[in-house]
C-alpha cells in the first residue's frame, strides 16, 4: 500500500489496533451477500457453459447413432450427464470466489474503489487511512448489498443448450434402421457376455466340485481368461461361434484322455509301419520301457540312415492325425530331425516326448478330464444359445419377410403329406422346445417361420421365442440347404404314418404287398439315412461356420 | 476538520465562485481547478473570445494570488520574460529587474507565437519554479501556475511548443464555444452596467496547505496499477498496446503523464467527496493528461482521428 508522505502524518496507534481487526471483519461482514451471489454467478456461468458443451455433444452422438450403428448410446449419454454432474459439483467447489474478487464486485456496484482501499488499508493507522475507512463506512452502512448486486445469467445461452437438448433427446426416440441394427448389437453383446460369465460361474463350480490341483487351476484360468477376452470381443455371432470353437478345443487339450486317445490312435496308425512296431506296441501297452526302448531304436536307425521313408510317411500321416498341439509338434520335430540325419535334435525330441509321456499324473487325470468335458458342454451350451438364431435360418433354409414368413421351400404337390402338425416331414414336426430337431423337423415339409427358430405351427397359431421386441420384417439370407428328394416337387411320393388329425386331408394309395390304407409306411430309418447323407455332403461343400456343422452332425448321430 | 475534507470545501469554494464570473465551461472550471490544486500547469487550447483570459484573471483574483499576462509574440525575448539586469546609476550597479513571470499565476498568452528560445524561457519556471538569470536563480512564489493559450485555427507564424515543454503542462485542456443559453448569459453578465464582484476565497498559504494534503489520498494497488497500464499502452511498441495505438500513435506518454494522471485523480477524488482514488479518477484525468502527450503520426490526421477518440478506445481496451 503505497501513499504519498508529502506532508507530515501522525502514527496514533491508541486504539486503532484494535480498529484493524474490526474494519477486516467489518468488511468481510459487507461482502458476505456478495461473495455469495457472485460465486452462484460463476457457477451458473460455467454450468450453462458446460451445458451447453453437453447438448451439443449429445446432439452430435444422437444424430450419428441416427445413421450409424452406436451400441450403448443411453450409456453414453448418461456418461455424458454424469460426467456434467461431476462437473457442476467440481465447480461449486473451486469458483468460491476470494475475498479480493468479492469486494472488487461490491466496489463496482459505485463504491469507487473505497472496500479495497480500505482493504488495503486495513493495518494502517494514519489520519489519511482512518478518514478513508469512516468514509467507506459511512457510505455503506445503510446499504443493503445483497440487493444492489444483480446475478447475471446468460439465459440466451442457457436456452439455446435446453433446445439443443431437447432436439438431441428428440432423435434418439426417433427409429431408424441403424438404431435398430445397434439393439441387435447390443443384444449380441449382451449374449456373450451371459455366455462368457456362465462359463466363468461353471468353471468356479467345477473348481469346487473337482479336486484340481493349484497348479493346473492356475493354467486354466490363464487359459479361459484369455479366450474368454477373445470371446467378449467378437463382433458377429459367427465371429462369437468361432472363438467358442476355439475355446472347446482349447479346454479339450487340457483332457488328459485326450492324450491318450491320441497315443492310442498313433499306436494303431503305426502299427502297420515294420520299424514302427515295436513303438506301437509299446504304445498300446502304455509300457514306458517298452517306449523308451522303441526310441532308442528309432534314433539308432536315424543314426544308421537306416529309416526308410515309408515310416517317415508314416509318422507324418500320424502327426497331422493328433489333437495334441504339444505331440503333433514333437512328432513333427522328430521327423525333421530324421529326414535332416540331425541325431542331437532327434534325440532332444526323443527325450521331450519320453517325458511328456512319463508325466502324465493318472491319479488327477480322471478330475482333468471330467473338468475338461464338463467346460466342453457348457461351451456347446453357449454356442447352441449364441447360435439358435443363425441356426434356425441355416437349417429352415427360408427367408423371413413379415411377421409369419413366407417359407422359400418347395411346394407339396401330388401325394402329400397332410397338412396340420402331423405327417409333417420327419419326426413329429412340432416344434416349441426351440430345438434344433424341431426346427429341422419343421423345415422339412411346407413350413412357416418367424424371424427367430423353434417355431411351431399348429392350426395357424405361432409361438415364438422372445426375440426382445425386434418384430421388424427381416429378409432371411439364407439359401436352402437341402431340398430332399422326399419333399415337395415332382418326387416319389413318400409317405410317413402319422395319427390322422382332426383337420387336415390325407391322401392314400395302393402299394403292392402292403395295406394301404390311411397312408402307407417306409422305413424311418430310410428317410434319415438320406437325410444325414444328403446332410453331410452339403455341409462338405458349403460354407457354413464350423460350431454349426458339428451341432448339425450331433443332431443326426442323436437320431440315430 | 481535516485537511483532507478541507480540499473538497476549498475545491467547492473556489469553484462556485469562478462560475460566477466564468459562464458554462463547468468542466474546463473544474479541471483547472483541479490543476492547480496538484500543483500543475495548463494549457488552454481554444479559439479567441471564449475567455480564457478572463478565466485565469478571475481565478487569480478568486485565490487572493497575484496574477500576469504576457503577451507572446515573434518578437518576444526570453529576458522579456524571465527579467533582466538593469544598471543602476544610483548603486553603480546591475541591478536584477525582475520579470512578468516573477507572480502566482501567469498567463502566457499564444505561446505558441513565440520563438523556441522564448519559449524555453518557461520551461525552467514550469518545472522547477525558478528562475536563473546572471548567473543567479531566483526562486518563484508559491503556489506557482502557468496557464498558457493556444489558438488552433491560426497556425501561420507560430512555433509548435516542443515536446519537452508540452510534457511539462500537466494538463491540456480544450475551450468549447459556449452553447446558445450560455452565450445569453455571457452577453447579459459582460455587457451590463455592472458585474458582480469577484470574492476572495482563499490564499495562498491555504491552497500550498491543500496542496500538499492533496497528495496523501490513498490508492488502492489496483488502481495504480491500472493508470500505469494506461500510460504504458499509449506506445505502440509495447505489447499491451491496443490496436488503434498502433495504427495511430507515433509516441506515447512519459512517465510524467503517470505522475500527473495520480496527482490529479488524487485531488478529484477529494473533490468528489472520496479519499481513495478511484477508476472513474483515473479515467477522467487520462483525457486532460494524455492530450498533447499522444504524438499522432500521419494515419491519424489524415483519418481526422481526433486524439480524444484515440483516449478513448484506449481506455476501453485496458482491463481494471
Known amino acids: 500500500m503505497k501513499i504519498y508522505k508529502g506532508g507530515a502524518f501522525s502514527m496514533d496507534y491508541s486504539n486503532e489496533m484494535q480498529g484493524h481487526k474490526m474494519t477486516e471483519k467489518t468488511i468481510k461482514k459487507f461482502i458476505r451477500p456478495i461473495k455469495r451471489k457472485v460465486h452462484i454467478e460463476a457457477v451458473l456461468k460455467m454450468m450453462i457453459n458446460g451445458f451447453l458443451i453437453v447438448s451439443i455433444i449429445s446432439l452430435i452422438l444422437s444424430t450419428v447413432a441416427y445413421f450409424i450403428p452406436v451400441i450403448y448410446l443411453w450409456r453414453w449419454l448418461s456418461l455424458l450427464g454424469f460426467g456434467y454432474s461431476i462437473y457442476v459439483i467440481v465447480t461449486i467447489i473451486i469458483m468460491y470466489p476470494s475475498n479480493q474478487k468479492a469486494i472488487k464486485a461490491t466496489d463496482h456496484l459505485g463504491f469507487h474503489e473505497r472496500i479495497i482501499t480500505a482493504w488495503e488499508l486495513r493495518k494502517e493507522c494514519s489520519k489519511e487511512a482512518r478518514l478513508q475507512r469512516e468514509d467507506m463506512l459511512n457510505t455503506l452502512k445503510n446499504e443493503r448489498l445483497g440487493k444492489l448486486y444483480k446475478i447475471k445469467c446468460n439465459y440466451k445461452k442457457l436456452l439455446t443448450g435446453l433446445f439443443i437438448g431437447m432436439i438431441a433427446i428428440g432423435l434418439v426416440f426417433i427409429p431408424s434402421d441403424a438404431k435398430y441394427e445397434a439393439s441387435k448389437k447390443e443384444l449380441f453383446k449382451k449374449q456373450v457376455e451371459e455366455q462368457a460369465l456362465s462359463l466363468e460361474e461353471e468353471k468356479e463350480r467345477l473348481y469346487e466340485e473337482l479336486k484340481i490341483e493349484e497348479e493346473e487351476k492356475q493354467i486354466i484360468d490363464e487359459k479361459l481368461k484369455d479366450l474368454l477376452e477373445q470371446l467378449k470381443q467378437s463382433q458377429t455371432e459367427e465371429e462369437a461361434l468361432k472363438n467358442l470353437v476355439i475355446a472347446k478345443n482349447e479346454i479339450k487339450k487340457l483332457d488328459p484322455l485326450n492324450l491318450d486317445n491320441d497315443l492310442n490312435q498313433l499306436g494303431n496308425s503305426l502299427g502297420e509301419t515294420p520299424q514302427l512296431e515295436a513303438l506301437a506296441s509299446a504304445l498300446e501297452n502304455k509300457n514306458m520301457e517298452q517306449i523308451d526302448k522303441a526310441l532308442e531304436e528309432i534314433l539308432e536307425a536315424i543314426e544308421n540312415n537306416t529309416l526308410d521313408e515309408a515310416t517317415l510317411e508314416a509318422l507324418e500321416e500320424a502327426m497331422e492325425q493328433m489333437s495334441s498341439e504339444a505331440l503333433s509338434e514333437l512328432l513333427d520335430e522328430l521327423i525333421e530331425a530324421a529326414k535332416n540325419g540331425d541325431l542331437e535334435a532327434a534325440k532332444a525330441s526323443s527325450d521331450k516326448l519320453s517325458s511328456m509321456l512319463s508325466s502324465k499324473q493318472p491319479s488327477t487325470s480322471s478330475e482333468m478330464s471330467a473338468f475338461s468335458n464338463a467346460m466342453q458342454s457348457a461351451i456347446c451350451s453357449s454356442c447352441q444359445q449364441l447360435s439358435t438364431e443363425s441356426i434356425s435360418q441355416l437349417a429352415l433354409g427360408q427367408s423371413a419377410s413379415g411377421e409369419n414368413g413366407e417359407g422359400s421351400g418347395l411346394p407339396i404337390t401330388g401325394s402329400s403329406q397332410g397338412d396340420g402338425n402331423n405327417g409333417k416331414g420327419q419326426g413329429d414336426g412340432s416344434g416349441g422346445n426351440g430345438g434344433n430337431q424341431a426346427i429341422a423337423g419343421n423345415g422339412a415339409g411346407e413350413g412357416s417361420t418367424n424371424e427367430d427358430g423353434g417355431y411351431s405351427e399348429e392350426n395357424g397359431t405361432v409361438s415364438h421365442n422372445n426375440n426382445n421386441g425386434l418384430t421388424e420384417n427381416k429378409e432371411g439370407e439364407y439359401e436352402a440347404l437341402y431340398q430332399p428328394e422326399h419333399l415337395g416337387g415332382s418326387s416319389n411320393p413318400t409317405f410317413v404314418q402319422g395319427d390322422k388329425g382332426d383337420t387336415g386331408t390325407s391322401s392314400w394309395q395302393n402299394v403292392d404287398g402292403m395295406p394301404i390304407e390311411n397312408g402307407g409306411l417306409v422305413p424311418y430309418t430310410e428317410i434319415s439315412a438320406n437325410y444325414k447323407e444328403q446332410a453331410t455332403q452339403t455341409i462338405q461343400t458349403m460354407d457354413i461356420p464350423p460350431v454349426m456343422k458339428q451341432i448339425i452332425m450331433n443332431y443326426f448321430s442323436n437320431i440315430d | ?320
Open chain 2, 1 to 320: 476538520m481535516e485537511q483532507l475534507e478541507k480540499v473538497s470545501v476549498l475545491a467547492k469554494k473556489i469553484e462556485n465562485e469562478v462560475s460566477k464570473h466564468i459562464i458554462g465551461q463547468k468542466q474546463l472550471i473544474e479541471e483547472t481547478i483541479i490543476c492547480l490544486l496538484a500543483g500543475g500547469n495548463i494549457l488552454l487550447e481554444g479559439v479567441p473570445g471564449l475567455g480564457k483570459t478572463r478565466l485565469v484573471s478571475t481565478l487569480g483574483k478568486v485565490l487572493g494570488l497575484d496574477y500576469k499576462r504576457i503577451q507572446f509574440t515573434p518578437d518576444l525575448m526570453p529576458a522579456d520574460i524571465t527579467g533582466t539586469n538593469i544598471y543602476k546609476k544610483e548603486t553603480g550597479a546591475f541591478e536584477f529587474q525582475k520579470g512578468p513571470v516573477f507572480t502566482n499565476i501567469v498567463l502566457a498568452d499564444e505561446i505558441n507565437r513565440a520563438t523556441p528560445k522564448t519559449q524555453s524561457a518557461m520551461l525552467e519556471a514550469m518545472q522547477e519554479k525558478t528562475i536563473t538569470a546572471g548567473g543567479q536563480t531566483y526562486p518563484l512564489d508559491k503556489p506557482y501556475l502557468v496557464m498558457a493559450t493556444q489558438n488552433p485555427i491560426e497556425q501561420e507564424g507560430t512555433y509548435p511548443l516542443p515536446e519537452a515543454q508540452m510534457d511539462r503542462f500537466m494538463f491540456k485542456l480544450n475551450v468549447e464555444f459556449p452553447k446558445v443559453d450560455e452565450l445569453l448569459k455571457i452577453v447579459t453578465l459582460t455587457t451590463g452596467t455592472s458585474e458582480p464582484e469577484i470574492q476572495v476565497v482563499t490564499n495562498a498559504d491555504e491552497i500550498i496547505e491543500v496542496q500538499n494534503a492533496a497528495k496523501t489520498v490513498p490508492a488502492a494497488d489496483a488502481v495504480l496499477k491500472y493508470a500505469m497500464n494506461i500510460v504504458a499502452a499509449t506506445h505502440p511498441d509495447q505489447e499491451m498496446a491496443p490496436a488503434v495505438i498502433k495504427q495511430y500513435v507515433r509516441c506515447g506518454a512519459s512517465p510524467r503523464g503517470a505522475q500527473a494522471i495520480i496527482m490529479t485523480a488524487r485531488v478529484r477524488a477529494l473533490m468528489k467527496g472520496r479519499f481513495n482514488i478511484a477508476f472513474e479518477d483515473v479515467r477522467a484525468m487520462a483525457y486532460p493528461v494524455l492530450r498533447h502527450r499522444l504524438l499522432l503520426n500521419f494515419d491519424a490526421i489524415s483519418d481526422r482521428k481526433s486524439v480524444d477518440s484515440i483516449i478513448t478506445d484506449l481506455i476501453n481496451s485496458i482491463e481494471e
